[in-house]
């Protein structure tokens, strides 16, 4: 079950300013820990205690930053490719010309890329959506719980109209613009596909 709110936001590059389109934002309340997923693995006819699962899972995780900071690309069959990309620095910060660029300088960190598994990008069959109030909305009800109050003003929180400080899914970016933080999705509000940014 997928929960998720709504709210409308403004379609960027559109001919007609100020046009609105309504968006569906996951929200994520549960968390799972390595080592509760560990436990759920091997609940499922594994060979292996959860102890192991969870050592093997750790172990490939050091062994894919070793693997990856020599510059290979790891493929892991149905979870997906990782392989790295360059942070550069600020364009302010950058050279201009081709001989002035230092490494040492001018590259600030590498970021993973995680390339989905057609399994994994595809996992929207047969899942049910479960409509529930916008993060704001959330707030609003127990600020009004909290001062005894018996009726909350919707629209005094923006709600489905202005966009959200923060994500569904716990990890907002603070953009106005629909973004998709974790890789997943699509950023093209025309294409329907969102990432999970929200109210």
């Not at 001062?147 to 907002?172: A, H, K, R, W, Y």
Request: proline share 3%; charged share 25%.
């Amino acid at each position: 079950m997928i929960n998720y709110s709504i709210s409308k936001r403004l379609v960027k590059g559109k001919e007609e300013e100020g046009t609105k389109r309504v968006y569906a934002y996951a929200q994520s309340d549960l968390f799972m820990s390595i080592e509760q997923f560990a436990e759920h693995i091997s609940s499922h006819g594994s060979l292996y205690s959860e102890d192991i699962v969870e050592g093997v899972l750790k172990k490939a995780v050091k062994c894919m930053v070793e693997k990856l900071k020599e510059g290979y690309k790891i493929d892991l069959g149905a979870l997906g490719m990782f392989y790295v990309t360059i942070i550069n620095k600020g364009w302010q910060d950058l050279p201009e010309n081709l001989k002035d660029f230092n490494p040492a300088i001018h590259i600030s960190g590498l970021n993973v890329v995680w390339e989905r598994s057609e399994k994994l990008t595809n996992i929207g069959d047969g899942v049910e959506y479960n409509l529930v109030a916008s993060r704001k909305a959330q707030s609003a009800v127990i600020t009004a719980v909290k001062n005894e109050e018996t009726t909350v003003d919707l629209n005094s929180v923006g709600t489905g109209s202005e966009p959200g400080s923060g994500s569904d899914s716990g990890s907002g970016s603070g953009s106005s613009e629909p973004t998709d933080p974790s890789g997943g999705g699509s950023t093209n509000p025309d294409e329907g596909g969102m990432g999970d940014i929200g109210e």
